[in-house]
C-alpha cells in the first residue's frame, strides 16, 4: 500500500503518504488507520517515526487518537490546513511566487485600511513604518521592521483573517523579504525605491482612498519582484 522509506526519512513523509490514503478513502470503511506495528512494517520505518507522523495529522485535526481504541479519522478531517514548505519558500522561483500571492493579499489590505482605519491605527502604521529606517539607519536589514509594517496596515482593516493569514505567511514573508532586502541592498536605489513605495502606501491610506491604497501596494509587490529579476534572482 506504502512505498518504502528510510529509516532515518522525516515523519513528513509518513505523515504526507498517510495523508494521501486518507484523502483516497483507503481507511473510509473502518474509520481508523492500522495499528502503529503495522504501518512501521509497511513503512519500513521505527514505531517512533510513526508516532510523530501520526502526531502531526493530530496537530492538523486531520486524526484523533482515541485511548485503547486507535487512531480515527476525524469527522471533520477533509478540511486540510494550508502548509508551506520552508525550504521551497526560500529558493528564488519561490520567493517571486510569494510576492505573487502577497500582491493579492496585500493590495486588498491596503485598500480595506484605507476605508477603516482609526486616528490610532494610523499612528501604529506611520510609527511601523519609521522603524523600518530605524533599523536601517542602524545597519539592521530591516526584515521583522518590514514584516511589521505590513501586519500593521492589515491590523487596520478591522479583518481579522487578514491578520491571521499575514500571521501564517509570516515566516514566508521573513524569507522572502530577506531574498529581497538582500537584493535591495546591492543599490542605493533600490532602497529608496521601497522607502517610497511604503510611503505611497501609507499617504493612500492616509487619505482614505482605497483605490491608491491597493494600487500602491500592488506596484509595491510588482517592484519587488522587478528589483529581483534586475538583481539576477528569477
Known sequence: MFDKIPARAMS??????LLKQIDKGTFARVG??????VLAQQFGVSRTVIREAISRLKNEGVVEPRQGSG???AAHGAIRPLRIDYAEAVEAGS?????ALR???????????????SDAEMMSID????RIDEAEADGENGVAEDVAFHRAIAAATGNPYFLKTLTF????????????????ALRDDFSRQVREEHAAIVAAIRAGDPMAARIAA?????NAARRLAQAGIS
Open 12 to 17: 513528513d513523509t509518513v505523515a504526507q503518504q
Open 32 to 37: 481508523k488507520l492500522p495499528t502503529e506495528a
Open 71 to 73: 487512531v480515527f479519522i
Open 95 to 99: 520567493v517571486l511566487q510569494i510576492l
Open 103 to 117: 500582491r493579492a493579499i496585500e493590495a486588498e489590505v491596503a485598500s480595506e485600511a484605507a476605508v477603516r482605519r
Open 127 to 130: 510609527a511601523a513604518l519609521a
Open 169 to 184: 505567511l509570516n515566516q514566508y514573508l521573513e524569507a522572502g523579504t530577506l531574498v529581497t532586502r538582500r537584493n535591495e
Open 218 to 222: 500592488s506596484t509595491h509587490m510588482n
